[in-house]
């Protein structure tokens, strides 16, 4: 490799962007040429104080009023729960403000429940059939391209063995019909699978539910959902969010 | 899908508030350093969700985020490339005049390249990108400050990866000189 191939080639390598190969070669000419060495030493060295210093702007409550008055909220549940709600209301004397917020109170859990259904059972799947990775590494810069190209979402992958969860692997996985990235960790000798996705179909909020005997984490961080599960006690999983949000966001701000 | 895409369908808009709405705090933030003005910004990021929710139903990737980006980008260059206060121009144009130009201002030949990169504080930050000509103010902002993938990026911009790749680095370039540079000063 070049020096000219090598100052286009080490961006992409400190931005995650290249196949084990390619990391490689620059990796190689990187080692023994010093002048790309301190260059890739800036360059990092620059990602890194950006990416440690929080650089955007919040939009103004004006700006979000503007904006949700374009895009006005509506009270109205998604239809199928609409149609159900008129077959409710024809037989009884309910507004319909009163059968909607009734609707969405009893509907949501049943939805939402299906999904932690289904995570919990790609959970077991995972243990079961011999396949809890497709790429199976610690290293976080294998794993994270490796989900290039298969997913459109780029998940965050971070090792925090320092933390006492053990980065295995990566797969993919199937949820509410989608596909997801499941990061997967080891906590002793528990596993813990880490379903990540850009749909809103973990549903809302941040929360911890237990299925089936096992503890599942539901969070949310710029635009992405986050889903871990294990059956490791709900402290350790609780610890494990916040570890693992510490690591994908050093030093942000909110 | 079921509805059939009027914009007074309540699912329709029900499914772009919960899909867009949570990208408005990045969607602004691009506005910022797009436009360098914040009044400009927020009529720029009203505009693009107007256009966003009526266009909703082209959307076909999932990933909604560099489809927002894309449409601001679009808002910006064509509303606000009259005003006099913002100076953006054909981005291409620009880019040939700067690859004339030969080496852009303290560009690498003087770097001293030993010199360390020392954190400097977010305003100072944000000054040194805004002070980037636009193709390479932009590459920067959604890699560094949104966090886009390279891919998503040339979605935004309109561009083959590799002119991505090509920009990227030559903004890093621009900013590690006007970085070191401003190390330098008193703040």
Redesign the interface.
Known sequence: MTCDES???L??LL?D?LDAGHARDVEVHVAACS?CA??LR??R???A????????????A???A??NA?????P?P??NRRMLLKGFALGSMLSAAVAASLVITVIRPDQDQRILGEVVSAHLRSLQAEHLTDVQTSDQHTVKPWF?GRL???PPVVDLAAHGFALVGGRLDYIDG?AVAAIVYRRHSHVINLFVT???SFGQGATLKTVQGFNVKLWSE??LYFCAVSDINADELQEFKEKFEAATRPGAGP | M??NATSDD??K??R??????????????LA?YLLRN?AD??DA??EC??RA?RHFDTLR?????PWLFAILRNVCRTEYARRSVVQLRDVNAELDKAEEAGPLWGEAPETP??????????AT??RL?AALPDAFREVIVL???N?L????IAEVVGAPVGTV??R??RA?SM??AA?LAAEGQPT
Do not use: C
């Open positions: 100052e286009v080639l961006h992409a931005d962007e002048r301190i260059q800036q360059f060295a620059l990602h104080a950006m990416s440690t210093t929080d650089l955007r702007f919040s939009a103004p004006s700006l979000r503007r904006v374009v895009v006005p909220a509506t109205y998604v239809p290039n459109d979402v780029a989608r850009q749909g809103s710029q635009g | 079921v509805d309540p699912a808009a029900r772009f508030r919960d899909a867009a709405l949570p990208h408005l705090d990045a969607i602004y933030t910022r914040p910004a927020e990021v009203q969700y107007l929710l990737s999932p990933a909604i985020k390249e030993t010199t360390m990169i020392r954190k400097l504080d977010a930050i944000q990108v890699r560094e400050i966090d993938s390279y891919r998503e790749m090509s990227l680095a890093r900013l590690r970085w």
